[in-house]
């Protein structure tokens, strides 16, 4: 698929015009005939197939970034003064809870209401009381919760939404369509950063949304168009290319994750390690039940002991100095090579303990990684 960088697209007569600003308001998926790239790009539609693919779905909107994915799949749901209120979970992205507080609440009106997880883990039966009491429009949350990587049983939320009229969007980033697909189990839309998994090398910005329902897609396509939350069809196309070894990237990464985590756990200087795939996390049967062994994801959160916060934050501090020269601090996720994010300084009072470090663990050779860590938990026993 060549980039096609056009603007604008070259229209054989007033006739055919015409007639492509009268199909235009279908909003289908691929156009009889291109317009503006703000509305479709055949580049860009090129790199949605191939999402539409991974993800098993009828239809995939690329956007420039996984927060204007968020946008477009909550927005096509607001209907004025008519707009019932949204239920999201607590456990998400913090720049969607940002993006909660600051545009939806502050700037949009919107009434939302919060859903919080008993200790690690959601209790079902206190989602089913809320639900039945708020009558919310929709009902929003991650697969695998970032950082403390709390699994939901996907499914069973759904099916009780279902039970009760409710939307649900999912954000499946953690996932990936690898582990879960929500559409299968009767979600509405899906969303990811494609940034992270999709993308995979840490060099591009983009969100999609994925869906079945025809309906919805045509909304989407329609907010996006207006809202202006196209993808760049420069970087749809380096996508197009990346999203091929996906599904050789990060099966690997979730066995280096599952190995690392492993080996943290065992080490003496480690208090706690937060990975659904080790038994000891509240969500580990709901994660085997829900991933059919295919692994638990790429990312591994964990936290140094200690006498107290000040000893704990020597630690943190020291592990990383020790490991800067291989694993680097960079504030994201999915890249090929491990990187880390020291959680206190980030979250904040959400998340004060001051050893924690969230892990997003390459495709890199685990004999590569196993020997960094090491060498800096040795130093740091010394």
């Not at 009434?111 to 009491?133: C, N, T, V």
């Not at 949350?141 to 069973?156: K, Q, Y």
């Not at 959160?301 to 020790?322: L, V």
Request: glycine share 8%.
């Amino acid at each position: 698929m060549p980039i096609y960088r056009d603007s604008g697209f070259p229209l054989s007569n007033a006739e055919q015009m015409g007639e492509a600003f009268a199909l235009e308001p279908l909003h289908k998926r691929e156009p009889d005939h291109y317009i503006y790239s703000r509305y479709r790009n055949p580049t860009v539609v090129a790199a949605e197939e191939e999402i539409m693919k991974a993800e098993g779905c009828k239809w995939a909107l690329l956007t420039q970034s996984g927060m204007a994915a968020v946008d477009v799949a909550v927005s096509i749901f607001q209907r004025g003064s008519a707009t019932r209120p949204w239920l999201f979970f607590t456990e998400i992205y913090g720049g969607t809870i940002s993006f909660l507080d600051s545009v939806l609440i502050a700037r949009r009106g919107i009434k939302l209401e919060r859903f919080a997880p008993s200790g690690q883990k959601y209790d079902l039966k206190k989602l089913e009381i809320l639900l039945m009491k708020l009558k919310p429009e929709l009902v929003y949350f991650e697969t695998i919760s970032n950082p403390m990587l709390i699994v939901a049983d996907g499914p069973a939320v759904i099916k009780l939404c279902k039970s009760l009229g409710i939307k649900t969007i999912i954000d499946n980033t953690f996932a990936t369509p690898i582990l879960w697909k929500p559409l299968e189990s009767g979600a509405d839309l899906v969303i990811h950063s494609a940034t992270k998994y999709f993308s995979g090398h840490g060099n591009l910005t983009a969100g999609v949304i994925c869906g079945n329902d025809e309906e919805l897609m045509r909304e989407a396509i329609a907010y996006r168009k207006f809202v202006g939350h196209m993808i760049s069809p420069d970087d749809a196309y380096r996508l197009n290319t990346q999203i091929l070894t996906f599904g050789l990237r990060f099966p690997q990464q979730c066995s280096n994750a599952l190995k690392l985590a492993r080996l943290l756990d065992s080490n003496s200087l480690i208090e706690k390690v937060w990975y659904p795939g080790l038994e000891t996390h509240e969500t580990h049967q709901t994660a085997k039940e829900l991933f059919e062994s295919k692994g638990y994801g790429a990312m591994v959160t964990f936290s140094f002991g200690g006498s107290g916060n000040d000893e704990k934050r020597s630690r943190r501090d020291d592990f990383i100095e020790n490991i800067s020269d291989k694993i680097h601090l960079v504030p994201t996720l999915g890249d090929p090579h491990t990187i880390i994010m020291p959680v206190e300084p980030v979250w904040g009072h959400k998340y004060p303990d001051p050893g924690m470090i969230r892990v997003s663990v390459g495709f890199e050779p685990f004999e590569e990684l196993v020997s960094t860590v090491t060498a800096a938990l040795k130093r740091l026993k010394k």
